[in-house]
């Protein structure tokens, strides 16, 4: 985009939820040159106003960035990331009134699948752009990420229509430092990821163990819950292969924990819904049978309060 005077004053990006996902981002975009506002609460909104968003990591050194931050979109966008938590999405939305959206990409980096229905059922008007990140990234406080991983990767679909929005995003988010990858299949996409932080997700918040511990412990669970989520994810249209998620699962290292577990530990709300039971509800609507997918789910709602 550019000025009257033909200078590029930077694509204009909202970002819902400024923690380890979004906070992370809207630093680098900032610090980059894109024109970045926070969405947050009203105590978060006012910290980052104040103070910007602080960021420490391996990857990208330590530094602060100014940002705008507001309670709600009262102005149009480019792109809207939303980077908040399943169980806080309905009450983060309401910040993001859809006749201010327009026709904005909305760029989800939830984890999960179903969010992207509701997205585009809530925003008619605007271009839902399934997506994943694959980050390690810690909200330490207000406006202070830890960026732990030494990577950043964003998979973005562009569906019709909104390849070349898409395209501006992708180099914006590249010239901030974020290994980037435009594709054309949402369900490869967002199954692809699920295929792994499904089985991940479940067994080590059920266990309270490490992946290496569970995938000596639980192997017979590993092997199944694997091959109903794959069975789930062909029924959907994604390609996904038993052996070769296994052999992931086996190749991560023996200490990787999940988020879902150590949300889980601090007592916060669990992505249960978004991650298990997503996989249950969409194996009953394919006539899939999801045994012990579905045991881990049901333990685990009633271990832990799920929103
Ligand atoms: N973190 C990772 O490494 C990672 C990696 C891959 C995928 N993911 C996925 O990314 C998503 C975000 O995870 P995260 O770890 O970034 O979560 P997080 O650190 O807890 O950040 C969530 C942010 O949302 C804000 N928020 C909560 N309710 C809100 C509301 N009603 N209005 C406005 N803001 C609100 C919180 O604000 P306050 O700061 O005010 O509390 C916080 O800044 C999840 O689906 C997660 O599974 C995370």
Same mark, same amino acid.
């Given at each position: 985009?550019?000025?009257?005077?033909?200078?590029?004053?930077?694509?204009?990006? $909202?970002?819902l939820g400024p923690g380890g996902v979004g906070?992370? *981002?809207?630093?680098?975009?900032?610090?980059?040159?894109?024109?970045?506002?926070?969405?947050?609460?009203?105590?978060?909104? $006012?910290?980052?106003?104040?103070?910007?968003?602080?960021?420490?990591?391996?990857?990208?050194?330590?530094?602060?960035?100014?940002?705008?931050?507001?309670?709600? =979109?009262?102005?149009?966008? /480019?792109?809207?990331?939303i980077a908040v938590k399943a169980t806080q999405l309905d009450a983060a939305l309401?910040?993001?009134?859809? @006749?201010? =959206?327009?026709?904005?990409?909305?760029?989800p980096l939830l984890n999960g699948?179903?969010h992207?229905?509701?997205?585009?059922?809530?925003?008619?008007?605007?271009?839902?752009?399934?997506?994943?990140?694959?980050?390690?990234?810690?909200r #330490? %406080?207000?406006?202070?990420?830890?960026? %732990?991983?030494?990577?950043? #990767?964003?998979?973005?679909?562009?569906? $019709?229509?909104?390849?070349?929005?898409?395209?501006?995003?992708?180099?914006?988010?590249?010239?901030?430092?974020?290994? #980037?990858?435009?594709?054309? @299949?949402?369900?490869?996409? *967002?199954?692809?990821? *699920?295929?792994?932080? &499904?089985?991940?997700a479940?067994?080590?918040?059920?266990?309270?163990?490490?992946?290496?511990?569970?995938?000596?412990?639980?192997?017979?669970? =590993?092997?199944?819950?694997?091959?109903?989520?794959?069975?789930?994810?062909? +029924?959907?249209?994604?390609?996904?292969?038993? /052996?070769?998620?296994? $052999?992931?699962?086996?190749?991560?290292?023996?200490?990787?924990?999940?988020s879902m577990?150590r949300d889980? &530990?601090a007592?916060r709300p669990i992505e249960l819904d978004a991650i298990?039971?997503?996989?249950?509800?969409?194996? #009953?609507?394919?006539?899939? +049978?999801?045994?012990?997918?579905?045991?881990?789910?049901?333990?685990?709602?009633?271990?832990?309060p799920t929103g």
């Open positions: 985009m550019s000025d009257q005077r033909g200078q590029d004053v930077g694509l204009r990006v $909202a970002v906070g992370l *981002l809207a630093a680098l975009l900032a610090r980059a040159g894109a024109q970045v506002r926070c969405l947050a609460r009203s105590e978060t909104a $006012a910290h980052l106003q104040a103070a910007g968003v602080r960021v420490e990591s391996g990857q990208f050194g330590d530094f602060t960035t100014p940002v705008d931050a507001a309670e709600r =979109l009262t102005t149009p966008v /480019d792109v809207c990331i309401e910040r993001v009134p859809a @006749d201010v =959206l327009g026709d904005a990409l909305v760029v699948v179903e992207v229905d509701l997205l585009r059922h809530r925003y008619p008007q605007a271009g839902v752009v399934p997506a994943t990140i694959r980050v390690e990234s810690t #330490t %406080g207000p406006g202070v990420i830890e960026h %732990g991983s030494p990577f950043v #990767t964003v998979d973005l679909v562009a569906t $019709a229509g909104l390849e070349q929005r898409v395209q501006r995003l992708a180099d914006a988010l590249r010239g901030a430092g974020v290994t #980037t990858r435009v594709g054309d @299949d949402e369900q490869a996409a *967002l199954w692809g990821k *699920l295929n792994f932080l &499904a089985p991940l479940l067994l080590t918040t059920a266990a309270q163990a490490t992946a290496g511990e569970v995938r000596e412990a639980r192997r017979e669970d =590993l092997r199944a819950i694997v091959a109903e989520v794959a069975a789930v994810a062909r +029924a959907e249209g994604a390609p996904a292969d038993v /052996d070769q998620v296994v $052999a992931f699962f086996d190749g991560v290292p023996a200490g990787m924990r999940s577990q889980a &530990a007592g298990g039971g997503a996989v249950v509800r969409s194996a #009953t609507r394919h006539g899939i +049978a999801v045994p012990v997918t579905a045991r881990y789910v049901d333990e685990l709602r009633g271990r832990y």
